[in-house]
């Protein structure tokens, strides 16, 4: 008997279910979806990006966050994806003929934007794609993204409602709520251990 | 005709706490409860439980079950006594029906002495008096298994010349746990030592309880730290004038 | 118990600056999980757990199910499943394929199955270097030593601690500095991320609608680890698996709060499959091992089946009074606290540590705050109960079971209980002046007495019992 067959007999004899067989359907998904206005999101998601030593920029229109990032990533070495929202906001990558891995270990800054953001716990959704790297915002030490206002959410219940089959958008959905960090040692806080230590929210409308 | 109750006082009260019985008894028959203590009476059969002796604990159930089965009411002195007796007697009888018919009868007319007098008794002032400043030690079966927290205070809270100061941390468990006391008495003593810390950051110069386990728990560490802080268990608290 | 046993309860508590460590870094966690899921913060705190729990309970009863549901779907987004029935088998696994690839270098991330299967242990015995990137765990990895805790793995060590490790084992200056020992460790993982071959991770989830692996952390070395490697492969129980993807609403807003107080971790990751077609970059390819190692054991007994509902939050360690005291290296195997204290009798048998299910006063803190509500004291009770059982068939501790067997006796005989009670009292007598007893002599000295004097004051025997004042009333 291969492992997998030892494993499923024994998991089935123990259950006191020999022939295997769907179960009854499990209990309904537990999603609460609270009302909320978008300004009243917007002023959530800046509250716990800020609460979280996270940075966040409003911007009424597209171009002015172009702008923002372009002042913001002179004279650094940025790394930018292809998301369609940054060439929108007139955000483009530099030509860098390196490979993108390289391009973002040695990036001071990745830029990106976001698929949707949760107000109540000042979260950005990235889900990877051939336009949306995920190195991006991972390997360079400081992380903007920048994020239209139509998605931001009101939390985790409603990505979920919006969203209930993540595998068929992408291989990798990641959910970032501020800065990487660390208490291991002392339980004294450090940011920045792996992941970016400087992350900012461009939100856009 | 007044109501009447038995008393269920513990076998540790029986042989090491007797004032508390009394104390007990002495307030119940002063809010004009008839009060009896069934003789035959010996213990609940938690020590043998938490030990792992599931067969000798049932057969103290059963006693405690024929003993107490013509009883209106049954006032205990105990948060983790009646905790065993209402939430685990069950579990000692699984499979035998006629028992657990038994067992949910008695079971039902089981109280925590504080719970007694606050929900069947109805009553918070009992008109006691103590000149003192005291803190409260919630039993971790009380507090856990039936979740009493308001009802001891809102009692103390009555008490005229009380002060009351709550511990921070608030509940944490004295270290006590049947057997546990003995068998990793080192580390029931560090427990119960941090345990003591709290009480004394209080400035209490008493500590309360519905526990005389606990309690003895506590007085043995407080009277080994050499401290002059005294246990009382809420009954004897309530019948003081 | 143990002899081992004992010792490491004593030298723990023995231990002040320890013993403050432990006591301080508990106490943070538990009072900041206490303020994100209070009455005001999360109102619906409690419906929460019993939605957990009843998804939990639904899953593992018909966990065959959703093995295979799970399996079906990883294969159809081109991933791999492969069932281990123990440590020997993943090990092989991961040896075979880095031989096949040509690896050498792995990067793992935190996981405590791989530590329940010494998983590092094992592959460097063959040659490949496998290094830890959670900075607890790579400091331990330095170190040579366990997790302290679930999530707070590196509890015990102070910075000065962690100077040494990193001058001893990096050759570096010596930098007590914990953000420039942070940076240290940050430099070097990073050349590790980028030139490894294979990422070995864990999971906090598996999603058996999605075929997907949920990673939750605060560092980013999970990002990294099932990133930047060409090779993904997480190792996870068969007891980690959930229905829905949509569950992952009730199960994370219960899990940052209950391990550290965070509403999430910094970083959630649903990672299903090997890079997409036309994707910028992830892993070409991703396996996923489900792991037995005595798993199916514990399906047996439904009391007791509710011990693999765990979700690794931690909470139980950080509310228990035990813990707290003597710290997670005092238990005898990967698991410690309250969960530990459940697991280890069920996984190695009793015998590996009988005194183990005792060790708990059996307050209920650790029932009180797990996520998915596991009954913790009640499986201990059952432990207990199982262990005397056992001895009793096998006629040991005898003295303890006959002990029981009187106690039994006298209980349903109160004429003999009472009068062994008078004749106790008698022996005991002090002429202390009513004061607590400090010390007996030799005769009643021994035993349970001595083990309570030993520590603290016996109350002296009444001149009159209870129920002999009450005839005289």
């Given at each position: 008997?291969?492992?997998?067959?030892?494993?499923?007999?024994?998991?089935?004899?123990?259950?006191?279910?020999?022939?295997?067989?769907?179960?009854?359907?499990?209990?309904?998904?537990?999603?609460?979806?609270?009302?909320?206005?978008?300004?009243?999101?917007?002023?959530?998601?800046?509250?716990?990006?800020?609460?979280?030593?996270?940075?966040?920029?409003?911007?009424?229109?597209?171009?002015?966050?172009?702008?923002?990032?372009?002042?913001?990533?002179?004279?650094?070495?940025?790394?930018?994806?292809?998301?369609?929202?940054?060439?929108?906001?007139?955000?483009?990558?530099?030509?860098?003929?390196?490979?993108?891995?390289?391009?973002?270990?040695?990036?001071?800054?990745?830029?990106?934007?976001?698929?949707?953001?949760?107000?109540?716990?000042?979260?950005?959704?990235?889900?990877?794609?051939?336009?949306?790297?995920?190195?991006?915002?991972?390997?360079?030490?400081?992380?903007?993204?920048?994020?239209?206002?139509?998605?931001?959410?009101?939390?985790?219940?409603?990505?979920?409602?919006?969203?209930?089959?993540?595998?068929?958008?992408?291989?990798?959905?990641?959910?970032?709520?501020?800065?990487?960090?660390?208490?291991?040692?002392?339980?004294?806080?450090?940011?920045?251990?792996?992941?970016?230590?400087?992350?900012?929210?461009?939100?856009?409308? | 005709?007044?109501?009447?109750?038995?008393?269920?006082?513990?076998?540790?009260?029986?042989?090491?706490?007797?004032?508390?019985?009394?104390?007990?008894?002495?307030?119940?028959?002063?809010?004009?409860?008839?009060?009896?203590?069934?003789?035959?009476?010996?213990?609940?059969?938690?020590?043998?439980?938490?030990?792992?002796?599931?067969?000798?604990?049932?057969?103290?159930?059963?006693?405690?079950?024929?003993?107490?089965?013509?009883?209106?009411?049954?006032?205990?002195?105990?948060?983790?006594?009646?905790?065993?007796?209402?939430?685990?007697?069950?579990?000692?009888?699984?499979?035998?029906?006629?028992?657990?018919?038994?067992?949910?009868?008695?079971?039902?007319?089981?109280?925590?002495?504080?719970?007694?007098?606050?929900?069947?008794?109805?009553?918070?002032?009992?008109?006691?008096?103590?000149?003192?400043?005291?803190?409260?030690?919630?039993?971790?079966?009380?507090?856990?298994?039936?979740?009493?927290?308001?009802?001891?205070?809102?009692?103390?809270?009555?008490?005229?010349?009380?002060?009351?100061?709550?511990?921070?941390?608030?509940?944490?468990?004295?270290?006590?746990?049947?057997?546990?006391?003995?068998?990793?008495?080192?580390?029931s003593g560090a427990m119960a030592r941090t345990r003591i810390d709290a009480i004394a950051r209080t400035g209490a110069r008493a500590v309360v309880s519905l526990d005389p386990s606990c309690l003895m728990q506590i007085q043995g560490a407080l009277s080994r730290a050499g401290l002059d802080i005294r246990t009382l268990h809420l009954a004897e608290v309530l019948a003081s004038r | 118990m143990s002899r081992a046993f004992e010792q490491k309860i004593h030298e723990t508590l023995a231990d002040g600056r320890l013993q403050q460590a432990i006591y301080t870094a508990t106490g943070r966690l538990k009072d900041s999980r206490l303020a994100v899921i209070a009455e005001g913060v999360l109102p619906d705190y409690q419906e929460l757990r019993?939605?957990?729990?009843?998804?939990?309970?639904?899953?593992?009863?018909?966990?065959?199910?959703?093995?295979?549901?799970?399996?079906?779907?990883?294969?159809?987004?081109?991933?791999?499943?492969?069932?281990?029935?123990?440590?020997?088998?993943?090990?092989?696994?991961?040896?075979?394929?880095?031989?096949?690839?040509?690896?050498?270098?792995?990067?793992?991330?935190?996981?405590?199955?791989?530590?329940?299967?010494?998983?590092?242990?094992?592959?460097?015995?063959?040659?490949?270097?496998?290094?830890?990137?959670?900075?607890?765990?790579?400091?331990?990895?330095?170190?040579?030593?366990?997790?302290?805790?679930?999530?707070?793995?590196?509890?015990?060590?102070?910075?000065?601690?962690?100077?040494?490790?990193?001058?001893?084992?990096?050759?570096?200056?010596?930098?007590?500095?914990?953000?420039?020992?942070?940076?240290?460790?940050?430099?070097?993982?990073?050349?590790?991320?980028?030139?490894?071959?294979?990422?070995?991770?864990?999971?906090?989830?598996?999603?058996?609608?999605?075929?997907?692996?949920?990673?939750?952390?605060?560092?980013?070395?999970?990002?990294?680890?099932?990133?930047?490697?060409?090779?993904?492969?997480?190792?996870?129980?068969?007891?980690?698996?959930?229905?829905?993807?949509?569950?992952?609403?009730?199960?994370?807003?219960?899990?940052?709060?209950?391990?550290?107080?965070?509403?999430?971790?910094?970083?959630?990751?649903?990672?299903?499959?090997?890079?997409?077609?036309?994707?910028?970059?992830?892993?070409?390819?991703?396996?996923?091992?489900?792991?037995?190692?005595?798993?199916t054991g514990l399906l047996d007994d439904p009391e007791k089946r509710q011990s693999l509902y765990c979700i690794r939050c931690g909470a139980c360690l950080n509310a228990c009074p035990v813990y707290r005291k003597i710290g997670g290296h005092s238990f005898p195997w990967v698991y410690s606290g309250p969960i530990g204290a459940i697991l280890t009798p069920q996984f190695m048998g009793a015998a590996h540590e009988p005194a183990l299910p005792f060790a708990s006063s059996l307050c209920g803190a650790c029932a009180e705050v797990c996520p998915v509500k596991i009954d913790i004291p009640k499986v201990l009770l059952e432990l207990r109960s199982e262990v005397h059982r056992d001895e009793a068939r096998r006629k040991q501790n005898r003295?303890?079971?006959?002990?029981?067997?009187?106690?039994?006796?006298?209980?349903?005989?109160?004429?003999?209980?009472?009068?062994?009670?008078?004749?106790?009292?008698?022996?005991?007598?002090?002429?202390?002046?009513?004061?607590?007893?400090?010390?007996?002599?030799?005769?009643?000295?021994?035993?349970?007495?001595?083990?309570?004097?030993?520590?603290?004051?016996?109350?002296?025997?009444?001149?009159?019992?209870?129920?002999?004042?009450?005839?005289?009333?």
């Open positions: 008997m291969s492992s997998r067959e030892d494993i499923l007999h024994r998991v089935r004899t123990a259950l006191g279910r020999p022939e295997g067989g769907p179960p009854p359907a499990p209990r309904p998904v537990r999603l609460r979806i609270p009302e909320t206005s978008l300004e009243s999101r917007m002023a959530s998601m800046i509250q716990r990006i800020e609460a979280l030593a996270g940075r966040v920029v409003r911007v009424p229109t597209p171009a002015e966050a172009g702008a923002w990032v372009r002042r913001t990533v002179a004279g650094k070495q940025a790394v930018v994806s292809q998301a369609p929202f940054l060439a929108e906001c007139g955000i483009r990558d530099s030509e860098d003929p390196r490979e993108l891995r390289e391009r973002c270990a040695a990036a001071e800054m990745g830029i990106t934007s976001a698929d949707y953001a949760l107000a109540d716990t000042g979260t950005l959704v990235l889900l990877s794609s051939p336009r949306e790297a995920r190195l991006i915002s991972l390997l360079p030490p400081a992380h903007i993204a920048v994020v239209p206002c139509n998605r931001l959410l009101s939390g985790l219940e409603e990505l979920f409602s919006v969203l209930p089959d993540p595998a068929a958008a992408a291989s990798s959905m990641v959910l970032i709520t501020g800065p990487s960090r660390t208490a291991d040692i002392e339980q004294i806080l450090v940011r920045g251990v792996h992941g970016p230590g400087q992350i900012t929210a461009v939100l856009v409308g | 005709m007044s109501p009447r109750v038995s008393l269920f006082v513990t076998c540790l009260v029986d042989q090491l706490f007797p004032r508390i019985g009394l104390a007990m008894a002495d307030v119940l028959e002063r809010l004009g409860f008839g009060v009896d203590f069934p003789e035959a009476q010996t213990c609940c059969g938690q020590p043998a439980f938490n030990s792992g002796y599931r067969e000798e604990a049932r057969l103290v159930a059963g006693h405690f079950l024929d003993v107490f089965q013509a009883s209106e009411f049954i006032v205990v002195p105990s948060g983790s006594c009646t905790a065993m007796i209402v939430r685990h007697f069950a579990e000692l009888f699984h499979g035998d029906a006629a028992a657990l018919e038994r067992v949910k009868s008695v079971a039902s007319r089981v109280r925590e002495f504080s719970t007694f007098l606050t929900e069947v008794a109805g009553v918070e002032d009992v008109g006691a008096r103590l000149d003192d400043v005291v803190t409260f030690h919630d039993g971790c079966h009380a507090l856990r298994e039936l979740g009493i927290h308001s009802a001891p205070r809102r009692l103390l809270a009555h008490v005229h010349g009380l002060e009351l100061r709550e511990m921070e941390p608030a509940a944490e468990c004295c270290g006590f746990g049947g057997t546990f006391a003995v068998k990793f008495a080192e580390l | 019993a939605h957990a729990n009843a998804l939990k309970k639904h899953t593992i009863d018909h966990l065959d199910y959703y093995l295979e549901q799970f399996e079906r779907n990883v294969e159809a987004r081109g991933g791999r499943v492969v069932f281990c029935k123990d440590a020997t088998e993943v090990s092989d696994f991961v040896l075979s394929l880095a031989k096949e690839r040509g690896a050498r270098l792995i990067v793992k991330s935190k996981s405590m199955t791989t530590e329940e299967i010494d998983l590092n242990e094992r592959l460097e015995h063959h040659g490949l270097e496998s290094v830890e990137t959670d900075l607890g765990e790579y400091i331990l990895q330095l170190a040579h030593e366990r997790p302290y805790h679930i999530v707070a793995p590196a509890l015990h060590k102070t910075r000065y601690d962690v100077a040494g490790i990193l001058t001893e084992r990096l050759h570096v200056p010596r930098e007590t500095a914990i953000e420039k020992q942070t940076a240290i460790a940050r430099s070097v993982l990073r050349q590790k991320f980028l030139a490894a071959e294979i990422g070995i991770s864990g999971a906090n989830f598996l999603v058996a609608d999605s075929g997907a692996v949920v990673l939750v952390e605060n560092e980013g070395n999970g990002r990294l680890t099932t990133s930047a490697p060409r090779i993904h492969i997480a190792v996870a129980g068969i007891e980690k698996l959930i229905p829905r993807a949509q569950d992952l609403a009730t199960f994370l807003k219960l899990l940052a709060r209950s391990a550290t107080g965070q509403l999430l971790s910094v970083y959630t990751s649903f990672l299903s499959g090997p890079r997409r077609a036309g994707e910028a970059d992830g892993p070409d390819e991703f396996y996923v091992l489900l792991l037995d190692n005595g798993r003295l303890e079971q006959l002990a029981f067997r009187a106690y039994a006796w006298l209980m349903r005989h109160p004429r003999a209980y009472e009068m062994a009670g008078r004749v106790a009292a008698s022996l005991a007598a002090s002429d202390g002046g009513g004061g607590w007893v400090r010390s007996v002599p030799a005769l009643l000295n021994r035993g349970p007495v001595r083990a309570w004097l030993s520590q603290r004051d016996l109350p002296p025997p009444p001149p009159r019992s209870f129920r002999q004042m009450w005839r005289q009333r």
